[in-house]
C-alpha cells in the first residue's frame, strides 16, 4: 500500500533521477558509504552551523547604529565578515526571486504589462548601483534610525539591483518560449492559473532560472564594495562585510589583506556552491522537456546526503505536505481554452488604445519631472557632454559584447554538454564571475601610471569581468535545456561542424543567448561605473565615459547632474535593446520554439 501524502518526502529528496522512465540511478552515480548515525550527525552539524550564522546575523542586524566599529585588516575577522556578506546577498536573492516570480510573469501573460514592465525592466537594469543608493539610503534608513537594521536594508536593496534583472529576464524569455503542446495539454487537464504556473510554466522555466540565479549571486560580489558604503547623515558608515575589507585594503594598498579576501571569497564560494547551488542543479535537471533520459546527469554530495538522512526527510514532511496543498489548490481558476487569438474585438482593441494613451501620458509626465529637476543645475552643455560620453561608453559595450559572445558561446556549448564537466567548471565560473574588479585595480592602476598607457583603452576590459558571464550561464542553461532526443536525431542524420551548429545549437540556444547578451550589456554599462573611474591608494585614474561621470558627480552630491547621467544611461541602454536586442529576441521567440 502507498504511504498517504501527507507521509511521503518531498519530490527532492527521493532518489528518482528522472520524470520519464523508471526510478533507478544513473550509471556510476555515486551512492554514500556513511554509517547511518554518521550520516545523522553530518546532516544534524551542518543544519545546526547554518541556523547559527542565522541567528548571528539576525542578532547583528537588530543592534543599535552605535555598536558598529571601525573596519579591521585582521584576517581573523573575516570570518565573521563574510557570514554578514553572504547573509545580504541571501536575502537578497529570495527579494530577487520573489520579484521574478510576480514581475516576469505579468510581463509574458499580460500584453498590456508588457509594454509598461519590459521597457521599465530595461531602464531598471541600466540605472547603476550608485544611483540607487543615492536616493535609497535615506527611505531605508528612515524605517530604523537608530539601528543596524535600516542600513543593512538599505545595503541588501542595493544588491538587489545587482541580481533581480537578469533573473526576471530569463523568466521571462521562458514563459513566452514554453512549447504549445505542453500548453495545450494543460488546459485541455483543465488546470487553472495557479495550477498551470506551479505545474507546467515554473518547472519548465526552472533550469534557466537556477543558472541565472547562481550568476546574480556572483553579480552582487562585483557591486558588494559600493552596496556595504551607506552615507547617512552626512557621514560614511561601512558595514561589517568583505566589501568594506577590501575598500580598505584598497585604501591602505595592502595587497596581503586583499589576497586575504580572495581567500575568505573562494572559500564562501564552493561552501554556497556545495550547499546552494549544486543540489539546485541537479534538482532542476527533471525538468528538463525532453522523451527520452539523459545519457549522463549532474550530482550532489549534499542532496545525496538529504536524500539518505531519516532526519532530513521527517523535517521536510510537513512543509511538503503544505506546498503541494498550496500548488494544487484551485486559486484563479481561470481555465483559458487557447492561446490568446491574433484577431482582436473592438473592443479589447479600444481598451488597448486607451492603455497606450495613459501610458504615453504616464511617460510624458515623469519626463517633465524629470527634466525640471535636471534643469536646476544643468544646463545644455551638460547635455552634450553627458551623450559625448555616452557615447564612448556605448562603443566599449558594443566591442566587449562581441568579443564576450565569440569567446563564450561556444565554450558555454562545450560545458553545456558534458554535464561531469559543467559539474567541475561551475565553481570555477562562479568564482570569476564573482571576482569584484576592484581587486584587480592594482594590475590596472600601477602599469598604466608607470607606462602612462591610455586609461579610455586599458581601463575598459574592467567593465566586462563581471558581465561576460551572464553570457556564458545563460549559453550553458540553454545547452543543458536542450532535449536530448533533439541531439540523439542530430547525430543519426550525422550533422557536423558548421551545419551542427547552425541547424541544431545556435537555434536551440539563440533564447537563452540574447538573455545573456541582454544582461551582459546592460551589467556593462552598470559596471562602468567601477572601471571607468578606479583608485589604488592615492592614485586615481578616470577614463572619459558616462560611468565616470556618474560616478564623479556622486561624489561631489551633485543631484540634477547625477540624474541627468542616470537618466542617459537609461536612455542609451532602452534604444539598444529597442533597435537590437528586442528584434533579436522576438525573431528567436518565432522561430525557435521547442514546438
Known amino acids: ?71 579591521s585588516l585582521d584576517p581573523l575577522r573575516l570570518p565573521e565578515y563574510a557570514v554578514r556578506t553572504v547573509l545580504r ?70 544588491i538587489f539591483t545587482s541580481q533581480a534583472w537578469n533573473m526576471a529576464f530569463s523568466f521571462f524569455q521562458a514563459l513566452r518560449t514554453l512549447p504549445v503542446d505542453l500548453d495545450e495539454a494543460s488546459r485541455a487537464f483543465g488546470f487553472s492559473a495557479w495550477q498551470r504556473f506551479w505545474r507546467l510554466e515554473f518547472p519548465f522555466a526552472v533550469p534557466g532560472l537556477v543558472w541565472n540565479m547562481m550568476m546574480s549571486m556572483s553579480g552582487g560580489w562585483f557591486f558588494v564594495v559600493a552596496s556595504e558604503a551607506i552615507t547617512a547623515d552626512q557621514r560614511q558608515i561601512a558595514l561589517p562585510g568583505i566589501g568594506s575589507y577590501v575598500a580598505l585594503a584598497i585604501a591602505q594598498r595592502n595587497l596581503l589583506a586583499i589576497g586575504f579576501a580572495i581567500a575568505a571569497m573562494t572559500i564562501v564560494i564552493l561552501i554556497y556552491d556545495q550547499l546552494l547551488f549544486r543540489p539546485l542543479v541537479v534538482w532542476a535537471d527533471r525538468f528538463r522537456v525532453e522523451q527520452t533520459a539523459s545519457q549522463s546527469t549532474p550530482h550532489s554530495w549534499f542532496l545525496e546526503l538529504l536524500r539518505h538522512s531519516h532526519l532530513a526527510r521527517a523535517a521536510a514532511v510537513p512543509a511538503s505536505f503544505c506546498l503541494r496543498r498550496l500548488f494544487r489548490a484551485r ?21 488597448d488604445d486607451l492603455w497606450y494613451i495613459f501610458v504615453a501620458v504616464a511617460s510624458l509626465g515623469i519626463a517633465a519631472i524629470i527634466v525640471r529637476f535636471i534643469a536646476q543645475g544643468a544646463g545644455w552643455s551638460d547635455v552634450f557632454t553627458v551623450v559625448r560620453l555616452g557615447t564612448y561608453t556605448l562603443l566599449r559595450v558594443v566591442v566587449l559584447i562581441v568579443l564576450a559572445s565569440l569567446i563564450w558561446v561556444p565554450v558555454g556549448v562545450v560545458i553545456g554538454l558534458r554535464p561531469k564537466l559543467a559539474e567541475r567548471v561551475q565553481p570555477l565560473a562562479q568564482f570569476l564571475a564573482a571576482f569584484p574588479a576592484n581587486l584587480l585595480f592594482p594590475l590596472f592602476v600601477i602599469p598604466i601610471v608607470r607606462f602612462n598607457l591610455n586609461t579610455d583603452i586599458w581601463l575598459t576590459p ?108 537609461s536612455a542609451f541602454v532602452v534604444l539598444f535593446n529597442r533597435l537590437l536586442w528586442r528584434p533579436l529576441y522576438a525573431y528567436g521567440e518565432r522561430r525557435f520554439r521547442l514546438d
Not at 537 to 551: C, K, M, Q, T, V
Open 462 to 569: 574592467l567593465m566586462i569581468l563581471g558581465t561576460q558571464w551572464y553570457i556564458l550561464f545563460n549559453v550553458i542553461a540553454g545547452t543543458t535545456a536542450l532535449p536530448t532526443d533533439l541531439l540523439e536525431a542530430a547525430d543519426n542524420f550525422r550533422f557536423h561542424g558548421w551545419q551542427w551548429w547552425r541547424i541544431v545549437i545556435l537555434p536551440g540556444i539563440f533564447p537563452y543567448y540574447i538573455t545573456g547578451a541582454i544582461t551582459a550589456s546592460g551589467g556593462a554599462w552598470n559596471a562602468s561605473i567601477v572601471a571607468e573611474v578606479v583608485s589604488w591608494g592615492h592614485d586615481r585614474l578616470f577614463a572619459h565615459g558616462l560611468g565616470a561621470y556618474i560616478s564623479q558627480m556622486t561624489a561631489q552630491g551633485d543631484y540634477p547632474r547625477i540624474v541627468l547621467g542616470i537618466a542617459t544611461m
Open 89 to 158: 546577498m541571501l536575502a537578497a536573492m529570495g527579494a530577487s526571486l520573489l520579484f521574478t516570480l510576480v514581475y516576469g510573469t505579468l510581463a509574458a501573460k499580460s500584453r498590456r504589462a508588457e509594454v509598461v514592465l519590459v521597457p521599465l525592466l530595461d531602464i531598471l537594469q541600466s540605472v547603476p548601483v550608485l544611483g540607487y543608493l543615492s536616493f535609497t539610503v535615506v527611505f531605508f534608513v528612515g524605517l530604523a534610525p537608530h539601528w543596524v537594521l535600516g542600513l543593512e536594508l538599505a545595503s541588501i536593496f542595493a
Open 331 to 351: 486559486i484563479l481558476n481561470i481555465i483559458p481554452t487557447s492561446r490568446p487569438l491574433a484577431v482582436r474585438s473592438r473592443a479589447s482593441k479600444a481598451v
Open 1 to 71: 500500500m502507498s504511504r498517504p501524502i501527507w507521509l511521503k518526502p518531498p519530490l527532492f529528496l527521493r532518489s528518482q533521477q528522472h520524470h520519464v522512465g523508471p526510478r533507478v540511478y544513473a550509471p556510476g552515480r555515486p551512492r554514500l558509504a556513511l554509517p547511518a548515525d554518521s550520516l545523522e550527525l553530518t546532516v544534524a552539524a551542518i543544519v545546526l552551523a547554518l541556523a547559527a550564522m542565522l541567528a548571528y546575523g539576525i542578532s547583528e542586524v537588530f543592534a543599535p547604529v552605535s555598536s558598529l566599529k571601525a573596519i
